[in-house]
T-cell receptor
Framework: ETGVTQTPRHLVMGMTNKKSLKCEQH?????MYWYKQSAKKPLELMFV???????ENNSVPSRFSPECPNSSHLFLHLHTLQPEDSALYLC?????????????FGPGTRLTVT | QKEVEQDPGPLSVPEGAIVSLNCTYS??????FMWYRQYSRKGPELLMY????GNKEDGRFTAQVDKSSKYISLFIRDSQPSDSATYLC????????????FGIGTKLQVIP
């Protein structure tokens, strides 16, 4: 595997379900990011991790819970989501947070909340 | 006023045309200017970034930054059908970690 990988690629879940999104980067980077991409809206930054420590939470509802066990892996735990949470969730990484201008993205997880 | 404005298109051009994609911004503190390409059902891919003003060229792609006008451009020469994608501009301040602000993206279609 190279670059940034994300699983699953597609996810359909009910509003009462609990699921997790996984991201893994094979680039030796130290910073990782979660973004939400909705139709006709710019990318929205959700969370930033630097060396496994969360450095930014962009006012994200608590039904989204990130986890970063090491610099290569990032999870987004989902529970009691709303239909408006349906979107493409993108993971990205950069060498370090100061290099956020050079981010590498995964293919995304297309999430549908029913 | 949005921090970054980008026309969502779609923009349709014939193969071989020169494509001009643009963004305007309001935050004069932005120092890094990036262009990403996103194919359908894929994540964004960094094409190039520029620090401060000036031009940067990479193959058929040229990025221009005019900080006095708060205007950035991406030119694609000899456009190919494989260039059909959504192009996102993005910007950030400099110094330490800086949040990146993205444009909405311009959808480009290059017609054979």
């Amino acid at each position: 595997e190279t670059g940034v990988t994300q699983t699953p690629r597609h996810l359909v879940m009910g509003m009462t379900n609990k699921k997790s999104l996984k991201c893994e980067q094979h680039l030796g980077h130290n910073a990782m990011y979660w973004y939400k991409q909705s139709a006709k809206k710019p990318l929205e930054l959700m969370f930033v991790y630097n060396f496994k420590e969360q450095t930014e939470n962009n006012s994200v509802p608590s039904r989204f819970s990130p986890e970063c066990p090491n610099s290569s892996h990032l999870f987004l735990h989902l529970h009691t989501l709303q239909p408006e949470d349906s979107a493409l969730y993108l993971c990205a990484s950069s060498h370090r947070p100061e290099g956020s201008y050079e981010q590498y993205f995964g293919p995304g997880t297309r999430l549908t909340v029913t | 006023q949005k921090e970054v404005e980008q026309d969502p298109g779609p923009l349709s051009v014939p193969e071989g045309a020169i494509v001009s994609l643009n963004c305007t911004y309001s935050n004069s503190a932005f120092q890094y200017f990036m262009w990403y390409r996103q194919y359908s059902r894929k994540g964004p891919e960094l094409l190039m970034y520029t620090y401060s003003s000036g031009n940067k060229e990479d193959g058929r792609f040229t990025a221009q930054v005019d900080k006095s006008s708060k205007y950035i451009s991406l030119f694609i020469r000899d456009s190919q059908p494989s260039d059909s994608a959504t192009y996102l501009c993005a910007m950030s301040n400099s110094g330490g970690y800086q949040k990146v602000t993205f444009g909405i993206g311009t959808k480009l279609q290059v017609i054979p």
